[in-house]
């Protein structure tokens, strides 16, 4: 089932379902299943909230990620738009968050990678998903941010 629903995911319909009804739809499942429920369980999905960039106020956006050690890794693929999705420039100005995932939150440093550590990061998110390297060709030569977070204490 998980491989059949990332050939859709992968597909035209599939891209277009995950940018038009998963990200409006994934922040209620996720609140009220405690971080359990996504419409793409395939992957892990955690929430991000972070402070917005100008207003500061809490801003909370659904994401795949993958972790490793202790460090979550997000992918500021915007499901390959030209430009960068609006919690890349809230991380930016404020590197605190707050990381929700099955039904456990906590306080993380985020940081935007660079280099080596960005390419390598980049290509295990591509196999993770094979959408990523889709959106890596459809973002018009903008380069995808891979932040990495740390917990706070």
């Known amino acids: 089932m998980a491989r059949g629903y990332a050939a859709f995911g992968a597909s035209p319909a599939g891209h277009w379902f995950v940018r038009n009804i998963s990200r409006r739809l994934d ?32 801003r909370s956006a ?35 968050v707050t990381l929700s995932a099955n039904g456990e939150e906590g306080r993380y440093i985020g940081r935007e990678t660079t280099g080596e550590e960005r390419e390598r990061l980049w290509e295990l998110a591509k196999q993770m998903a ?7 060709q459809m973002t018009a030569g903008r380069e995808i941010p891979v932040f990495v977070f740390t917990p706070v204490g």
């Open 130 to 136: 094979r959408n990523y390297g889709q959106y890596e």
């Open 27 to 58: 922040p209620f499942l996720l609140r009220v299943s405690g971080g359990r429920l996504s419409t793409i369980a395939v992957y892990p999905v955690l929430t991000l909230t972070a402070r917005g960039a100008r207003s500061g106020a809490p």
């Open 62 to 96: 659904p994401l795949v990620y993958f972790t490793e050690g202790d460090q979550v890794v997000l992918m500021a693929s915007n499901y390959g738009g030209n430009r960068h999705p609006a919690w890349c420039h809230n991380v930016r100005a404020h590197p605190e």
